[in-house]
């Protein structure tokens, strides 16, 4: 079938998964946004099978084009959420019926299964691409949240990677960072 694996299909995919329920909304969300914008630097051709793109490539030109737009730590969650997207994608579509989404929410729901059995693993860090510039940067896996907070009636902004055990100190640095961004009164 033409466009299988095209960008445009992969972004219908993420919506196909938000609306049935497979996928948390605001992951679908956040992954479809990350898509968006990074596979948005491709050509036609490119784009037309996203399965033989170089992502490690395809990151360092989207870095490139958009300079200091992003932060390093950005720039490797839309890498993260990107890779997930795109595997997600190619998995569903060599075999629909064994399909099951991969979210940062079932790998947590695994780790505290093998940790309650005994089985659990010291380090849970996945793999790391061999592209050091974006990687190196990363912070080590640990289990985070997303905070919703709404600010205006018309907008509410995500705070991700939150961790669970979130000391006041750590929480006085970000609020701390967010006022540095702070325009006027």
Do not use: C, H, W
Not at 90 to 107: D, G, I, Q
Request: hydrophobic share 40%.
């Amino acid at each position: 079938m033409a466009g299988q694996k095209s960008r445009a299909a992969l972004l219908d995919f993420i919506d196909y998964l938000s609306r049935k329920g497979l996928m948390n909304k605001t992951t679908a969300s956040a992954r479809k946004a990350a898509a968006n914008n990074v596979l948005g630097i491709l050509d036609e051709q490119e784009a037309g099978d996203i399965s033989s793109i170089d992502l490690d490539e395809v990151m360092l030109r989207f870095q490139n084009l958009n300079g200091m737009k992003y932060t390093a730590d950005s720039l490797t969650t839309y890498k993260s959420r990107v890779r997930s997207a795109i595997d997600d994608f190619l998995s569903y579509v060599e075999n629909p019926m064994a399909f099951k989404p991969s979210t940062s929410l079932n790998r947590k729901a695994q780790d505290r299964t093998r940790a309650t059995d005994g089985k659990a693993s010291k380090d849970r860090s996945p793999m790391r691409a061999p592209n050091a510039a974006l990687e190196s940067a990363s912070p080590p896996l640990v289990a985070s949240l997303v905070l919703p907070i709404p600010i205006r009636a018309d907008l509410t902004v995500y705070v991700q990677g939150l961790p669970y055990d979130l000391t006041q100190g750590e929480a006085l640095k970000i609020a701390n960072v967010i006022r540095a961004m702070a325009v006027g009164d």
